[in-house]
């Protein structure tokens, strides 16, 4: 489902580039992916209802979360871009700035969408979420740029070959949330 929509998207994009709303689509099949792998991660039993859970919990809340992020990494990574090429003191400063951005987002990301699909953690409210994620990135910053940096090539492999593209994301959600949760559930046990 993940390669099909991703595919759709890519060549949305070749024929009408406007069309990268159409990556929108990937939301909820990512939320899907998340949530299975949430579960997973967890030991439980995994049905494809439960990809339909991810898909249809905060549906709304979750698009918005989703459009939002590649809303600020698309920006962050075309300030990168022009502040390289422009060059000069100023440039290269937004430039930086910029990747810092992008890279707290991500890592934000690989915490946060975990901890936001997580089976037993349905009922948080979103800013208690947001803020378990947040505690888990400062408690461990290496271990999720290891994880993020780890998502990042397996979804430059989708982008490029077709046929990762049926296996690689589902693997990429499960390494986040093997990482995730656990620390999330150790810092709300304290």
């Known amino acids: 489902m993940w390669a099909l929509v991703a595919g759709l998207t890519a060549l949305a994009r070749t024929v009408y580039p406007p069309a990268l709303v159409v990556g929108l689509l990937l939301v909820p ?57 422009a060059g000069g003191g100023l ?12 890279l707290t987002t991500w890592l934000l990301a690989t915490a946060a969408w975990p901890v936001l699909l997580d089976p037993q953690r349905a009922g948080m409210p979103l800013r208690a979420a947001f803020r378990l994620a947040i ?32 296996f690689v994301p589902s693997y990429g959600a499960l390494l986040a949330a093997h990482y995730a949760l656990p620390v999330a559930d150790s810092l709300e046990v304290r």
């Not at 440039?91 to 951005?101: E, W």
């Not at 888990?136 to 910053?141: G, I, S, T, W, Y």
């Not at 999720?144 to 430059?156: G, N, P, Q, T």
């Open 91 to 102: 440039p290269i400063l937004a430039a930086v700035v910029s990747g810092y951005v992008a």
């Open 135 to 166: 505690a888990v990135v400062l408690r461990r910053p290496v271990g999720l740029v290891v994880i993020a940096s780890l998502e990042a090539v397996l979804i430059a492999v989708t982008v490029e070959t077709i046929v990762p593209a049926l």
């Open 29 to 85: 099949v990512t939320c899907g992916l998340t949530r299975i792998a949430g579960r997973a991660a967890r030991g439980d039993a995994v049905r494809l209802r439960h990809f339909t859970d991810g898909v249809r919990h905060r549906f709304w809340l979750h698009l918005a979360l989703g459009a939002g992020q590649s809303l600020v990494l698309a920006a962050a990574s075309v300030n990168v871009a022009i502040g390289l090429a």
